[in-house]
C-alpha cells in the first residue's frame, strides 16, 4: 500500500472539511436543544429570549404528554426485554450451533430493517386487529420488536464470537449444565453486548414512529405520536422541549454504552460488525 505524504495543507484541509461535515450533521441539534429554551411561541433562532416555560408546560396539570411518555417507556422496556431474549437466543443458534441454512436465517432475522416500516407497520396492523389488541402496549412492544431484535442479534453475534468457546466446554467439562454455564461464564463475559444491545433496542422503541402509529389508539398514544399529533394541526413550541428531552436520552444511552464498553475492558470487537456474521463454523474466532 502506498503511503500519502502528509502535508501541512492537507491537513488543514482535512480538519475543515472534517469540522463542516460534523457541524452540518450536529446543526439540527443544536438548534432544536437552543429553541427549546427561547420565549418565542413560534420557535425562532437565535431567541429573543430564555425560558423554562415550554419545559413546565409538559407536565402542567391536563398535559398529555406525560402518558405518552410513560407510554413510550413503558413499551421500550418491555421491547428491551423482548429483544435480549430473542436476540441472545438467535445469536447463540446462528453462533454456536450447527444451524442448517445458516445464512439464509440471517438474512431473514435482518430482514426487518431493509423492508419500509411502513409496510410492517401495516402488517401488524392486520395482524393485531382480529385480536383486538390495537391499543395495547404488549402489541406495541411487539411491533417493536420487529425492528429491535435484529440489531439485538448483529450486536449479540458478533460478542459471542469474542468470546472464547473453550471457557465454556471447560465448564461443562467439569459437570456445569447449559444454565449454569451460560449464567457464570457467557452472560456476565457478554455483559458490555448485552447492555449495548438493550440499550440501542430501547432507542429503537421509544423513537419508533410509523408501527405505534399503526397499533396505537386514541387513549394509547406513545410520544412520537403525540408529537406528530400536536404538529399536525398546530405549532406547538413544547414540541421542541420534547425533542431535546429525546435527544437527551439518546446521548445519554450512547454514553451508558460507551462507559459499559470501558469497564468491560475497553474493547469489543465487532460491536456493530461489518464482516458477515455468518458462513463461518462454529466457535470460529475473527482476527
Excluded at 6 to 32: D, K, N
Excluded at 132 to 151: D, F, K, R, Y
Excluded at 192 to 200: E, I, K, M, R, T
Amino acid at each position: 500500500m502506498i503511503g500519502l505524504r502528509t502535508t501541512l495543507a492537507g491537513r488543514i484541509s482535512l480538519a475543515v472539511f472534517s469540522t463542516l461535515v460534523l457541524l452540518f450533521l450536529a446543526l439540527p441539534i443544536v438548534l432544536i436543544v437552543v429553541t427549546s429554551f427561547g420565549n418565542d411561541a413560534f420557535g425562532s433562532f437565535p431567541p429573543e429570549s430564555w425560558t423554562l416555560g415550554w419545559y413546565k408546560q409538559l407536565f402542567a396539570e391536563g398535559s398529555k404528554w406525560p402518558a405518552a411518555l410513560s407510554l413510550s417507556a413503558l413499551v421500550a422496556a418491555l421491547t428491551t426485554v423482548f429483544s435480549l431474549v430473542l436476540g441472545m437466543t438467535a445469536a447463540t443458534a446462528l453462533v454456536r450451533s450447527e444451524l442448517p441454512l445458516r445464512s439464509a436465517v440471517y438474512g431473514l432475522v435482518l430482514a426487518p430493517l431493509v423492508i419500509p416500516q411502513v409496510v410492517i407497520a401495516l402488517g401488524l396492523f392486520l395482524l393485531f386487529e382480529p385480536a383486538a389488541m390495537l391499543g395495547s402496549p404488549i402489541a406495541i412492544a411487539l411491533g417493536h420488536t420487529v425492528l429491535a431484535s435484529p440489531i439485538a442479534v448483529m450486536i449479540l453475534m458478533a460478542t459471542l464470537k469474542g468470546i472464547d468457546e473453550r471457557l465454556e466446554d471447560a465448564a461443562a467439562s467439569m459437570g456445569a449444565g447449559r444454565l449454569t454455564v451460560a449464567r457464570r461464564i457467557t452472560f456476565p463475559l457478554a455483559m458490555p453486548g448485552l447492555v449495548a444491545a438493550a440499550v440501542f433496542s430501547f432507542i429503537t422503541s421509544f423513537d419508533e414512529f410509523f408501527i405505534s402509529q399503526f397499533l396505537s389508539s386514541v387513549d394509547t398514544v406513545t410520544l412520537p405520536v403525540q408529537v406528530f399529533n400536536v404538529l399536525q394541526y398546530d405549532v406547538d413550541p413544547s414540541v421542541t422541549a420534547v425533542s431535546a428531552l429525546l435527544i437527551a436520552v439518546a446521548v445519554v444511552a450512547l454514553a451508558l454504552v460507551g462507559v459499559v464498553r470501558r469497564l468491560g475492558g475497553g474493547r469489543q470487537d465487532g460491536l456493530l460488525p461489518t464482516e458477515t456474521a455468518v458462513g463461518l463454523p462454529a466457535g470460529s474466532e475473527t482476527p
